[in-house]
């Protein structure tokens, strides 16, 4: 008896610690498999905040505006090599036209010596390689009149002269090509850039929306200020300048020149006031990328137009516009200087005093007057 329950004593103390380890290999495993189930539902990408947001949809349309200069770029340099290339075969066309005649005039010269037995017939002259050489091979050209020598020489000029015709029109046709592949690659960029921006704005609640506006307010309200202050400052330089000028007309001083592109109708001033009357009719119509109007406009098109009504034929993109002309500091502008906007000159306005400026902004906005300020100011410069 002893022994049994010796017996029994020792295998009680060996099951408690079985279960033991049971358990604590079946709450390690379950603990591993929340751990790994918590990793895998937790976000990778957390959704930006507001701010970010909007920082990123303004660096699209910036960037959206980059390429859409890209675009104007492509298409003015796509339209040009059309005219170049309509232009050689228009000319290529000509010349073959002299070719024939050249031509025709020989076969009548080959054919009279045929007839007299003298020469192979018309056919082997007009499907000749070299019609110089054939008269050559046959020992002809001495027995030929100078009018004839003159057929001759003049349609080997001609041949030359179109088969160089037709190669200068070929590569320009490549050329040509070559244009229109990277007028669609920009085009391209344009539109997924927009699309991006467009996506970013969907996906925001309306909770999200209202405080991007809000942040859009503030940003307006800051440009709005700046704009005043600006105001104030050639408000107060215009009654300094006066005040200097009525001095001068009291003591009799001769006033100094006035500075600028000239007088009367020349004068900055004349076409400036030309320049602001056509943007300022602009008001309202919509922003659309690569467009010059009249009914829609992207920014370095309407700044395009607004000169050009003034007589003045400014480039097409902003990286041309912005070296035409004279450079301005932003505290010396005038009326109709042009302001130019971000590291990558990607937008313009025309200057329309006290700080603000009249633009076409971005896709789904319209013309409008705005502050100066409203975007990093990269220079300015005066068309003269």
């Known amino acids: 008896m002893p022994a049994l329950a010796s017996h029994r004593r020792i295998r009680s103390r060996s099951t408690k610690p079985s279960h033991a380890v049971g358990f604590t290999t079946a709450a390690l495993a379950g603990a591993a498999l929340l751990s790994t189930q918590s990793a895998t539902a937790a976000p990778s990408d957390p959704k930006p905040s507001v701010e970010e947001v909007q920082k990123k949809v303004d660096d699209l349309y910036r960037q959206a505006g980059s ?63 070299s019609p110089q050489a054939y008269f050559d091979q046959t020992q002809l050209m001495d027995r030929m009149t100078d009018q004839q020598r003159t057929a001759v020489s003049d349609y080997e000029t001609q041949r030359a002269a179109a088969a160089k015709q037709r190669a200068e029109a070929t590569k320009r046709l490549e050329s040509l090509t070559d244009s229109q592949q990277a007028l669609r690659t920009s085009k391209e960029k344009v539109q997924t850039k927009l699309a991006e921006a467009r996506t970013l704005l969907s996906k925001l609640t309306a909770e999200e929306k209202a405080r991007l506006a809000a942040i859009e307010r503030e940003k307006e309200a800051e440009a709005r200020r700046r704009a005043e202050a600006k105001a104030k400052a050639e408000a107060e ?148």
């Open 237 to 384: 330089a215009r009654a300094r300048a006066e005040a200097e000028a009525e001095r001068q007309r009291q003591e009799g001083d001769q006033p100094p020149p006035e500075t600028g592109t000239g007088t009367g109708d020349d004068s900055y001033a004349t076409r400036a006031d030309k320049v602001l009357a056509f943007a300022r009719a602009q008001i309202g119509k919509p922003y659309v990328w690569g467009a010059t109007g009249p009914s829609s406009y992207d920014c370095s098109g309407l700044t395009q137009a607004a000169w050009k009504a003034a007589g003045v034929d400014l480039p097409r993109t902003t990286w041309d516009q912005v070296e035409v002309g004279q450079r301005v500091a932003t505290a010396d502008l005038l009326p109709g200087d042009l302001v130019f906007f971000y590291d990558d000159i990607s937008h313009v306005g025309i200057y329309i005093g006290d700080g603000k400026m009249i633009h076409a902004p971005k896709p789904g906005e319209n013309v409008r007057e705005e502050s100066i300020y409203y975007m990093p100011i990269y220079g300015s410069v005066r068309p003269v």
């Open 67 to 129: 390429a859409t200069q890209e675009y104007n770029k492509a298409k003015e340099a796509t339209a040009e090599k059309r005219r170049e290339v309509d232009t050689l075969f228009e000319e290529a066309a000509t010349r073959a036209e002299k070719l024939n005649e050249s031509r025709r005039a020989l076969g009548a010269y080959a054919a009279a010596q045929y007839r007299t037995g003298a020469v192979t017939p018309t056919a082997a002259l007009l499907f000749a390689d």
